[in-house]
């Protein structure tokens, strides 16, 4: 099994920065592929950047390139979220999700392919 832990939401003016860290526990090592989704109520969930296992392989949704930064921290099991210039449609609930399919390095930008997922943490940015 494996558990996820969400910490470093917060409330956030525009333009301002927050940074949220992921803690994995269980069977996690470098064989996990890791993501962070975002869920705003009355939108679909979207992926907004993803980890392949080992790290090798980033992904980011076109809504936060080049303001979102994903990191992870293979010794420490832990994977972070570096979020620069923040948008109020930035708001939402954001989930660390992680996979443990094992026959790609790759990570998807599909909420579903993930089977385990914290407990959420709230980022707002106001305007």
């Known amino acids: 099994q494996l558990q996820l832990v969400e910490s470093g939401g917060g409330l956030v003016q525009f333009g301002e920065s927050l940074r949220l860290s992921c803690v994995a526990s269980?069977?996690?090592?470098?064989?996990?592929?890791i993501g962070w989704v975002r869920q705003v109520p009355g939108k679909e969930r979207e992926v907004v950047s993803c980890?392949?296992?080992?790290?090798?392989?980033?992904h980011y949704a076109d809504s936060v390139k080049d303001r979102f930064t994903i990191s992870r921290d293979i010794a420490r099991n832990t994977v972070a979220l570096q979020m620069n210039s923040l948008k109020p449609e930035d708001t939402g609930v954001y989930y660390c999700?992680?996979?443990?399919?094992?026959?790609?390095?790759?990570?998807?930008?599909?909420?579903?392919?993930?089977?385990?997922w914290g407990q959420g943490t709230q980022v707002t940015v106001s305007s």
């Open positions: 999700v992680a996979t443990k399919r094992w026959y790609t390095v790759d990570c998807s930008m599909s909420p579903d392919w993930y089977e385990f």
């Open positions: 980890t392949g296992k080992n790290g090798g392989v980033t």
């Open positions: 269980g069977h996690v090592k470098d064989d996990t592929a």
